[in-house]
């Protein structure tokens, strides 16, 4: 999730919030940086305030839908005062997904990313736990991984490279962003990462085809 707020109190609340409930997050000052960042953090959802100096969430929606990468991402808009309907018509035909004003529940926003993420997402499951591509299937409850009805045994560094690529299919990964949201890092040692995705490949037999590596770029689940 990219985040875009002036705030830095709120914004670094959000990110220890959505943090805890299991999402990678880009928290982001202002919308030209947050901007800046779309390629590196492939978001699969924005949440942007509107009132933000420089750039609004407005004109920050606007840019987004004019990247062709991202016309469809799902984006959530936060106001810090009451929306008017002039404001919310603006917004949704610009291409908002969704209004919330603060202050709001964390348990809302919650809500309401996990629907859009849903709607957005179809494949990631019916029920919110399961991840399903080309008869590879991957559980999150229980983070059991199969194949047709095979259970994989993986390693959980495996089982979180497997999902990351999955829930970003048809999209290059970064080693870079592959170190950073795995094991916690971006200057690790990339081989570690390849001698994984190695292993990965071997286990998923056949399916491991679906593993790309992008040379100069990163990896990519092929689908």
């Given amino acids: 999730i990219l ?10 609340m959000l990110e220890r919030y959505l943090k805890s409930a299991g ?11 947050a901007y800046s960042q779309l390629i590196k953090a492939n978001p699969d959802l924005i949440l942007t305030d509107v009132e933000m100096p420089g750039i609004n969430g407005f004109e920050f929606l606007k840019m987004i839908r004019d990247n062709p990468k991202f016309s469809i991402t799902p984006v959530i ?15 949704y035909q610009n291409g908002s997904d969704d209004y919330i004003v603060k202050p709001f529940s964390m348990h809302v926003l919650s809500a309401k990313i996990k629907a859009l993420l849903k709607r957005a997402y179809p494949e990631r499951d019916k029920k919110g736990n399961i ?20 259970e994989l045994k993986l390693t959980k560094k495996e089982f979180d ?18 170190l950073d949201s795995i094991w916690g890092y971006q200057s690790g040692d990339p081989h570690t990462l390849e001698a994984h995705i190695s292993s990965l490949r071997k286990k998923l037999g056949s399916k491991g085809n679906m593993i790309k590596n992008v ?3 990163g990896y990519i689940l092929d689908v």
């Fill in 161 to 178: 490279i497997i999902l990351l690529l999955s829930i970003s299919k048809g999209k290059i990964i970064s080693k870079e962003k592959m």
């Fill in 3 to 12: 985040i875009a707020d002036d705030d830095k109190d709120f914004l670094e």
């Fill in 215 to 217: 040379s100069g770029q």
């Fill in 131 to 150: 991840v399903s591509i080309k008869g590879l299937k991957l559980s999150l409850d229980d983070r059991k991984a199969f194949v047709g009805n095979k």
């Fill in 23 to 33: 999402f990678d997050v880009f928290g982001c000052h202002n919308a030209k940086i």
């Fill in 77 to 91: 808009m936060m106001s810090g005062k009451k929306i008017s309907e002039i404001d919310m018509i603006e917004g």
